[in-house]
């Protein structure tokens, strides 16, 4: 149990966005989370994941056009 839980409000601010996000994210069950009483907690490995799975990488496209001819 050594992963660390994180607020809505923490998670906000480290996603850079308003609460609003990380609560649709929790009632759309988009991410797990945790309920603690009427608290609700996301772990930070959830927050990780969910960054990752959302993650795009860039595309390298190739310049076929521009080949000299010999």
Same mark, same amino acid.
């Given at each position: 149990m050594t992963d660390?839980?994180?607020s809505?409000?923490?998670v906000a601010e480290l996603l850079?966005? /308003?609460v609003?996000?990380?609560r649709r994210l #929790?009632?759309?069950r988009r991410i797990r989370y945790v309920k603690v009483g009427r608290h609700v907690r996301i772990p930070? /490995?959830?927050l990780e994941e969910f960054i990752e799975s959302h993650t795009v990488e860039? #595309?390298?496209l190739r310049?076929?056009?521009l080949r000299r001819a010999a």
């Amino acid at each position: 149990m050594t992963d660390r839980y994180l607020s809505v409000d923490q998670v906000a601010e480290l996603l850079g966005t /308003s609460v609003r996000f990380p609560r649709r994210l #929790v009632e759309e069950r988009r991410i797990r989370y945790v309920k603690v009483g009427r608290h609700v907690r996301i772990p930070a /490995s959830a927050l990780e994941e969910f960054i990752e799975s959302h993650t795009v990488e860039p #595309v390298r496209l190739r310049r076929a056009g521009l080949r000299r001819a010999a």
